[in-house]
């Protein structure tokens, strides 16, 4: 199941280099002609020179607009072993494993600037010889032994954070033999069938947008005949139809199941219904085959008004965009209105049988992710201790007493491997509070880091309510006694609450240290920094006017705001220690 998204017609084309020993010109076609963001053009390397363009960083197609690679081969032509094997030979598994180990080499040996190196895991068809018992044996089994590849292909490849092993036999599990033909091959060396690489190209595309901070963060469920069969307000919490032995209550109650699963990745669930509050939370609290508790979700809005605005209420309360929403309802009708209504609201296409739901949105993929963070798996936690926050904002007369009652705690530490994964995430992610909206891949973000002349801190902010994770990046580059602000992120949960002027406070102290005598802020706009820009509009710092260079003498550094309590670790981590800079 695909998602439309609406195209900006100044949106980056991303060039994708398809290296392989098959006829991948098909794959290249899909990828290239596809409207759906991000936007690709594929071109293919030589036919079957898989290690002459690897091995040669001179090459032609190592030029710098290549963004992206997919290394896609059959194990016979990466493991000699393995053909032998074919030929009923027998083989030594450490033979096949020094064999993958120096494919594996050579897929490292892509050039830096390459952000994406996507290589399909090896799959065979149907076609090939089957030896019954003897597929799993440890020295004649082909089944054991593309096992046994597989396995230390990814294991050899983990730690290369650009590099990422799709697993294409879930492609063959979905078109079965139709994956395979054995007709394209010997006419055209294209052993895979139409269907099976348009499923390909769709998980390339998906994971590019998983990388590119493009993934979905919000789920939008109904609850009647959605959550559970029957109308609560009809039948009552005790009638719905969920878990037991009815089979369509265990469809409702897997489904379920498979909502608490995308929960536990860090998608935030939320419910747009038309119903009684009260009954329909009832329902949630009382019913003992309930799945999902009303702490599973971020928050709802049970109403009867119309869901569409009902929708924009509740994703202006998260502080999210519609581009982050997916919506779904059993009703036509109503997934008609959103779809109209809000169009960069995703409304997937929802079965009426109930028992092929759970399938549906476990093969969504629009919330592919690279990893899950801790900040992911807390994500509806921290939103209701902003529900706490909002309330205490009620009792106070002034934002001063607000952000004073809250003992907002600051953390400062440097960029370093522990945190590398979410410094990287939400340098990825954020767009509303982003200086310069760099987008970098976890190699880079290390790499620029390491340099002499590099800074990098990272900001982690809790209060009395609860821990938000690390929600800042701020980097600066010292040259010629001036250090120029390069990133400058915050998420957005944590916006107007003293945290940007307080991560300012450390990045003056810290450039004045390294004896920088000024602080150089260039503004670079995108449709949704704005927010960035008024920060810093209204931070006291000298303004060029219509440049958006802003600058901050220091001789002595900005000040702390006295509402925020801020610590420095030291770079090991053992230890932290109380600083008043």
């Known amino acids: 199941m695909s998602m439309t998204t609406e195209l900006s017609k100044t949106e980056p084309i991303l060039d994708f280099l398809l290296i392989s020993n098959l006829n991948l010109s098909n794959l290249a076609a899909l990828l290239s002609k596809d409207e759906e963001s991000p936007m690709i053009r594929a071109v293919t390397a030589p036919f079957g020179q898989v290690m002459q363009v690897l091995l040669e960083p001179a090459s032609e197609f190592w030029c710098k607009g290549t963004q992206g690679v997919v290394v896609w081969t059959s194990p016979e032509s990466v493991s000699p072993s393995y053909r032998r094997l074919l030929e009923s030979e027998e083989v030594e598994p450490e033979e096949l494993m020094h064999e993958v180990d120096e494919f594996c080499g050579s897929i490292k040996a892509v050039p830096s600037h390459v952000n994406y190196i996507f290589v399909p895991s090896w799959v065979v068809g ?15 089994g082909l089944s054991l032994a593309l096992m046994r590849m597989n396995l230390r292909l990814v294991e050899n490849l ?10 294409a036999a879930r492609w063959v599990a979905v078109h079965g033999e139709k994956s395979f033909s054995q007709r394209l091959w010997y006419l055209s060396k294209t052993p895979f069938g139409f269907e099976f690489l348009k499923t390909a190209a769709a998980e390339i595309k998906a994971a590019v947008r998983a990388l590119t901070g493009e993934t979905r963060k919000l789920l939008l469920v109904d609850l009647d005949e959605t959550l559970w069969g029957g109308i609560v307000g009809d039948v009552g919490w005790q009638n719905v139809r969920l878990g037991g032995i009815d089979p369509i209550g265990e469809a409702f109650r897997d489904f379920q199941l498979a909502l608490k699963a995308l929960k536990r990745r860090g998608v935030l669930l939320g419910i747009v219904s038309k119903n009684e509050e009260s009954t329909a939370l009832e329902a949630i609290r009382s019913h003992p085959e ?9 928050g709802w809005r049970i109403n009867w008004e119309d869901k569409a605005q009902n929708i924009v209420d509740l994703v202006s309360e998260l502080n999210l965009g519609l581009q982050s929403v997916v919506f779904v309802d059993d009703s036509p009708i109503e997934r008609a209105r959103v779809r109209q209504a809000l169009p960069e609201v995703f409304v997937p296409e929802w079965p009426a049988d109930v028992m092929g739901r759970k399938s549906v949105l476990m093969q969504l993929r629009c919330f592919d992710a690279p990893l899950v963070t801790t900040e992911d798996v807390g994500r509806t936690n921290m939103y209701f201790a902003e529900k706490k926050r909002r309330a205490a904002r009620t009792e106070v007369a002034s934002l001063g007493e607000w952000l004073d009652s809250l003992n907002i705690r600051v953390a400062a530490e440097r960029l ?27 190699e880079e973000l290390r790499n620029w880091s390491q340099q002499p002349e590099n800074t990098v801190f990272v900001f982690r902010v809790s209060d009395k309510f609860g821990d938000y994770g690390l929600v800042g990046v701020a980097s600066f580059v010292v040259r010629d006694g001036n250090a120029d602000v390069v990133d400058f992120v915050l998420s957005c949960r944590a916006m107007g609450r003293k945290v940007e002027e307080t991560m300012l406070h450390v990045m003056s102290v810290y450039a004045r240290s390294a004896g920088a005598t000024g602080l150089h802020i260039a503004y670079i706009p995108t449709p949704k920094n704005q927010p960035c820009l008024r920060f810093f509009e209204k931070a006291g710092l000298v303004s060029n006017g219509d440049d958006k260079l802003f600058t901050l003498h220091l001789r002595e550094a900005y000040s702390k705001p006295a509402t925020t309590h801020l610590v420095l670790f030291d770079s090991s981590q053992e230890h932290a220690r109380q600083i008043d800079l």
Do not use: C, Y
């Open 126 to 140: 149907p076609f090939e010889k089957r030896m019954g018992l003897l597929d799993m044996d440890l020295r004649q």
């Open 158 to 167: 983990q730690n290369d954070s650009r590099i990422f092993v799709l697993d």
């Open 290 to 298: 309930m799945v999902l508790r009303q702490d599973d979700f971020a």
């Open 416 to 442: 370093h491997e522990a945190n590398l994964d979410r410094a990287t995430q939400l340098l990825n992610k954020t767009n509303q509070m982003n200086l310069s909206t760099r987008r970098m891949t976890k």
